[in-house]
């Protein structure tokens, strides 16, 4: 290893008590973080008291910057990597950035911290000894087929899902002929209006009759018991 060090660092799906002190401490020392959004990093910053430099990097940016940060790095900068909540990479910008570290010999770190499937898995009451961590659908191409194949799986499987299509997601499922499989809804983790809906696929499509989807919702869904 050589040169510098890339830090990814979790910050809070929802309630800002589960910073760590020590992604603090990394957050003051680096020469700068990288984050998914600026506005989102820079008030977390702000609330903590940091003001190290932000700077851009997210989906839309992430292949034209990745050689010129691992160069920084290489030169002797230590950065942190943020997304807007949770852990880079999970379902958010960090992956090809981590990669191009290990392949040009950089030293990469990752802290442990918020990410929201773990306690939604854990709250969904279903076995989590085993589980698949699908993380978002496509919205179309390949939607189907992405489905069909999760209802296959003997293992717990994990999905995120926005609020504008998470009602949708539910009434494919019973589509796919899933009406009884035994599913887990959170939503708004470690947040004032925290909220898990439990229950069978048929259940949840009851529920979003009556209740306007809101917030980012984690799905969990029983495995395919003839197979397990």
Known sequence: ??????TVVPT????????TSRALEVLK????????DTRTTGK????????????AFHQHNEHKLVSGVV???????????????GTPGISDPGFLLV??????????????GATAF???????????????????????????????????????????E????????????VECGASDRAASVSREISKLHEETIRGSVADVVQHFQHVTPRGEYVVVLAGNSSLS
């Open 12 to 19: 809070p799906i929802g309630n800002l008590g589960d910073m």
């Open 44 to 55: 977390l910053l702000r609330h903590f008291g940091v003001d190290t430099p932000v700077r």
């Open 29 to 36: 020392s680096v020469h700068a973080v990288w984050a998914e």
């Open 162 to 173: 926005s609020p504008h299509r998470v009602a949708k997601l539910f009434d494919q499922l």
């Open 1 to 6: 290893m050589n040169g510098g060090t890339l």
């Open 99 to 112: 990669r191009a570290c290990i392949e040009a010999g950089v030293r990469v770190e990752c802290l442990p």
């Open 118 to 160: 773990v306690p939604a898995l854990v709250l969904s009451g279903l076995p989590c000894d085993r589980f698949y961590f699908e993380g978002f659908l496509p919205h179309k191409k390949g939607r189907q087929k992405r489905l069909q194949a999760i209802l296959g799986m003997p293992c717990t499987v994990v999905l995120y």
């Open 71 to 85: 160069d920084q790095l290489q030169a002797g900068m230590n950065f942190a990597l943020c997304s807007d909540a």
